[in-house]
């Protein structure tokens, strides 16, 4: 027999090899996500058992929490780990927002999907700010917890389990930043905290929410308006790209709050302040001239719904982020209404609607 008879004889056997041979990743491959983990109290541990609510926040590494998952969460994605931070939800600035964002974008670039842990104080802002800026369409998924890490009966596990399993599932390609919590999914626009303690906490008050995880089931019954330009790459991205902005010539935008009898005050330091916007979360007739001194100056002022409800679900803190936004690339207050139209309040063009891509 020659040797190149021997060899052709030998190539199933030598493939078989092989494969045998191979890590289990390569024969059967899963999603890579990645966790861009930055605190809260998911990460947080309590002083007993059963301290619901006694803990500090932000305690353990985003490695140590991904091992607890082991090894179940391996046959969902193949997980990597970026810890930003490791603090409440309330620490975090602007600026921090701005690194946050370029933190996600650099995780895409070699992920499928990424999802990020914060802490539930604010969580409605990180969603809505990387909603408005991160530029890929892949899925970016936040969770936290309302119990922390360490006591019985705690949601972390569970929330950070399934945040990665929908994130690994793609289904939200397309959809900008959604929120995981409590086996729910919540558009970041929309979504926001109703409770303090209960872990059915974020709703989605006037649309509801987008669909549930269910065990590995991914369960999607509706998506943001932002889906249907899925195909249009330019088009789906929002005018926000940091990388045509320094972090240093952020605007600074502020809310000031409504209610009987409110003096003009705080508009007035603001505007003295420097601030570039001020939303109004509700009117006061004491508000008219210190208003209209500011927008002699230049100030932008958006008027808004006070708390949570607001007009079209944009409640004044997500309102102040598009603000603020919107003043970081342009000063023409006619186009500031345009993308508050836009990305403020989207809707659906069911006149012509476009076809998408997403699964």
């Not at 369960?219 to 005018?239: L, Y």
């Not at 009117?283 to 808004?304: C, H, K, L, N």
Request: with cysteine; aromatic share 10%.
């Amino acid at each position: 027999m020659t040797r190149l008879h021997w060899a052709i004889r030998m190539l199933p056997a030598l493939a078989l090899i092989l494969f045998l041979a191979a890590p289990a990743n390569a024969q059967e491959q899963v999603p890579r996500v990645t966790i861009v983990a930055t605190g809260g109290t998911i990460a947080g541990t309590s002083e007993t058992r059963t301290s619901f609510q006694s803990y500090r926040a932000g305690q353990l590494p985003i490695e140590e929490m991904l091992a607890d998952l082991q090894p179940e969460i391996g046959e969902v994605a193949d997980v990597s780990t970026v810890q930003f931070d490791n603090r409440g939800s309330g620490g975090y600035e602007v600026a921090d927002y701005y690194d946050l964002t370029f933190a996600v974008e650099e995780a895409l670039e070699t992920a499928d999907a990424v999802v990020v842990t914060v802490g539930t104080t604010t969580m409605e802002e990180f969603a809505y700010w990387l909603d408005l800026t991160v530029q890929s369409p892949k899925p970016v998924v936040l969770t936290g917890a309302m119990r922390p890490w360490t006591v019985i009966g705690t949601d972390a596990h569970a929330n950070l389990f399934n945040a990665i399993t929908l994130a690994a599932s793609g289904r939200t390609t397309c959809f900008g930043t959604v929120i995981l919590m409590n086996d729910e999914i919540h558009a970041a626009k929309e979504a926001w905290k109703s409770d303090d303690y209960r872990m059915n906490t974020f709703i989605s008050r006037l649309q509801g929410t987008l669909g549930y995880v269910d065990e590995r089931d991914v369960r999607v019954f509706r998506a943001p308006p932002r889906i249907q330009r899925c195909d249009d790459p330019a088009q789906w991205r929002t005018p926000f790209d940091l990388s045509r902005v320094a972090k240093e010539e952020l605007p600074r935008a502020e809310i000031v709050v409504g209610y009987q009898g409110a003096g003009p005050e705080a508009i007035t330091a603001f505007h003295e302040a420097g601030v570039e916007g001020i939303v109004l979360a509700g009117g006061s007739p004491y508000f008219r001239e210190a208003r209209e001194a500011a927008e002699a100056d230049g100030v932008i002022f958006r008027t808004q719904s006070r708390f949570r409800s607001g007009r079209d679900n944009l409640m004044p803190q997500k309102t102040r982020l598009l603000l603020l936004l919107s003043l970081a690339f342009t000063d023409d207050p006619d186009q500031v209404d345009e993308w508050f139209a836009l990305y403020g309040a989207p809707e659906f063009d069911l006149a012509d609607p476009p076809l998408t891509s997403n699964p």
